[in-house]
């Protein structure tokens, strides 16, 4: 039986690491290249980057950000990718095949694509193609409305499609892509849990692996994910503020009887 996936996201920002709240409160936490060190010493199966920049550079204002040097994502990549002891995905600025080759060749395992995978939804077939669907991770952002419908968002979750999300991730694996990370806007940040009712919707509707993202805020929400249909759990805010995340996160899974990598 395949171990279930705990997952840490790191958000970055202009070269440093942020917290997210509802996709628009950004607080700085540190320093990428000193997060993956840590990392290395906790039990976690893999790690994700997103890059959540807006500007084509980094503007790197802080003198104690200690990433001078790095003023280019490819260059923190590269540096992270250097000493991550895990599988490591990286998301952020893709737009084309030699995005996701120049990501690759820097170091990364897989790359996670968002809004241009909708745009150009020939961008996952490319990608799978070349370099395998196990490389080609979409991303998922979903917004619910106060009627209680759902809407597949793009452009950093400020942009309405008219999408179901079961729809886009049924169309993205149809496209090649091998895992799905779908991510609750209204959830994130929030530490009220995942949206059990999305991750099923969505589960349901696909054959490929879910990564459920968006709203952990203590280790009980993760088993509730899995139970819902999520096929590994991921995380971002909570792995900044929570001591032994990754110990405390791998025991509420395993007592809640779903099997772990320990």
Known sequence: ????????????????????????VHQIIGNPIN??????????????????????NYDLGRDDSKLKDLNDPQDILK???????????????????????????????????NSQAFKNPNLITGGAERFGSQAIVVNIDVFKHSRGTYEVYI???KKGTGEKP???????????????????INNDGAAKG??????SIVSSQINIPLI????????????RGIEAGASAVAAANLWHFKELADRHGKKSLSEAGIQVRK
């Open 1 to 24: 039986m395949l171990k279930t996936r705990l997952i840490p996201v790191l958000l970055l920002k202009n070269g440093l690491l942020v917290r997210s709240e509802y996709f628009n």
């Open 35 to 56: 997060e993956v060190d840590r990392f290395n010493q906790w039990n976690v199966d893999e790690l994700i980057y997103i890059d959540i920049s807006e500007g084509k």
């Open 79 to 113: 540096a992270v990718s250097k000493n991550c002891l895990m599988p490591l995905t990286w998301g952020g600025r893709i737009k084309n095949i030699d995005d996701i080759h120049q990501r690759i060749s820097c170091g990364a395992d897989k790359v996670t694509i």
């Open 155 to 157: 452009e950093r979750g």
């Open 166 to 184: 079961e729809d886009w991730a049924k169309k993205a694996e149809e496209q090649g892509a091998g895992e799905i990370l779908l991510q609750s």
């Open 194 to 199: 995942y949206d059990l009712d999305l991750i």
């Open 212 to 223: 459920a993202l968006g709203g952990v805020g203590e280790f009980s929400h993760y088993p």
